[in-house]
């Protein structure tokens, strides 16, 4: 029998050869927990029985017992066959190469977005489609019922835009993404008792210069600087001017929360910059809670994440329930701000003008302020600031009710 190897039956036999061998290998190889460049917690492989139960086995009826019947039989969502499934998916040998190809192939087909985010122009963008009217006219009632709780402290409130608004020119009319300057002007109707803070004319004004990273959804230093630049007209002290300051480029390699959706690499790496004064920087211990323990610091930059991916968590460290700021401005002065991940580039510039900030991300807390010792009369000021996108899904401010 001649068998003729034809380029047809090379490349079918290839493709069989990648078949069969990337499962094995899967299987054969060692399991990560994270993704680095994703960003994430991998999937655990799902267990169909309870390991306490079936260590405690005496007899078969009770390593029956042990197996989680329910999840093979019941229409969970996910079952296990789903679970497994991306477990296979998580833990797929070259899985970031597949990622990356799959990436590249719709790309060449004229996709612009994938995963949500929306590359052009050597920058990507994450989208703002849709959100619950429901869940955000809850948040307006809840932050709008804690400061009429508080009449004697001042409250403000600052929507901040993300790049698509400063961006949108870049964005088709067609492509669905709502307009995050009609979606703030809207929720600050809603609350009575805040003063709104618009720092979108700033950022607009100044949307030709390094305000948004290309590679994450933040805004720059320089971005959180015209946003402190106009919260403090209506915070009451004057901003310090950018000639103030000396700035240093602590990293020029960050590539950050939506490249690791895309793993696109073709988009231009960002800097992170620090910005000092150049005469009078206060002095600062900022003590960060976890959640079960304290750390201090003698400085608003944690930069051993300047050594890993997650390069943005230098501002302040990683999301935390809990920090307070202190600082040797002499005023007397002090801030609570109920934040999202924006703040903390921003906390820099506003700690030059506070003795004490104390910074609570709602995710984390469960509980009243005043269990962790809050208590909202004492501040000066309480600022709540978040992204619209951030706060459009946020589903913690009501938590806020809480409080006594």
């Known amino acids: 029998m001649n068998f003729k190897m034809t380029p047809q039956k090379l490349m079918i036999a290839l493709f069989s050869i990648v078949l069969l061998a990337v499962p094995i290998v899967t299987l054969a190889l060692p399991k990560q927990e994270r993704s680095e460049n994703e960003n994430r917690t991998l999937k655990d492989l799902p267990t169909l029985v309870d390991s306490n139960k079936l260590n405690k086995a005496e007899n078969l009826a009770d390593v029956i017992k042990s197996v989680k019947w329910s999840y093979i039989t ?112 809207g929720c600050y109707g809603k609350t009575e008792n805040l003063t709104p803070i618009d720092c979108l004319s700033f950022l607009s004004g100044h949307r030709d210069e390094y305000i948004y990273y290309r590679t994450d959804h933040h805004w720059t230093s320089l971005g959180a600087y015209y946003a402190y630049a106009a919260a403090a007209r209506q915070l009451g002290y004057n901003a310090y001017g950018l000639n103030a300051f000396n700035i240093e480029t602590a990293s020029s390699s960050f590539r950050g929360t939506l490249f690791s959706k895309t793993l696109d690499s073709t988009v231009t790496p960002d800097s992170i910059d620090y910005y000092h004064l150049a005469s009078n920087e206060p002095t600062v211990k900022m003590t960060v809670f976890d959640g079960r323990e304290q750390t201090e610091y003698d400085s608003l930059y944690v930069r051993d994440y300047l050594a890993i991916k997650d390069k943005y968590s230098s501002f302040t460290g990683s999301n935390s329930p809990l920090i307070t700021i202190e600082t040797d401005v002499d005023n007397g002065k002090s801030l609570l701000l109920i934040k999202d991940s924006y703040a903390h580039s921003l906390v820099p510039f506003l700690s030059k003008h506070y003795s004490k900030i104390t910074m609570v991300d709602m995710r984390y807390i469960n509980v009243g302020l005043d269990y962790f010792s809050i208590n909202v009369n004492d501040y000066s000021q309480v600022l709540i600031s978040y992204n619209v996108i951030s706060f459009a899904g946020d589903q913690n401010l009501p938590k806020l009710r809480l409080t006594r």
């Open 74 to 185: 019941e229409r969970k969502n996910p079952s296990y066959m789903d679970d497994i499934e991306t477990y296979l998916s998580d833990h797929l040998a070259g899985r970031e190469l597949w990622v990356v190809a799959s990436n590249k192939m719709e790309r060449l087909a004229g996709k612009q977005e994938i995963n949500e985010v929306f590359t052009s122009d050597d920058r990507m963008i994450q989208v703002f489609k849709e959100y619950n009217e429901e869940t955000v006219s809850a948040s307006l009632e809840a932050i709008d019922i804690f400061a009429a709780k508080f009449p004697d402290v001042p409250m403000y409130f600052m929507l901040a835009p993300t790049s698509q608004e400063i961006y949108s020119s870049l964005m088709p009319s067609y492509g669905g993404y709502l307009s995050e300057k009609a979606f703030i002007e």
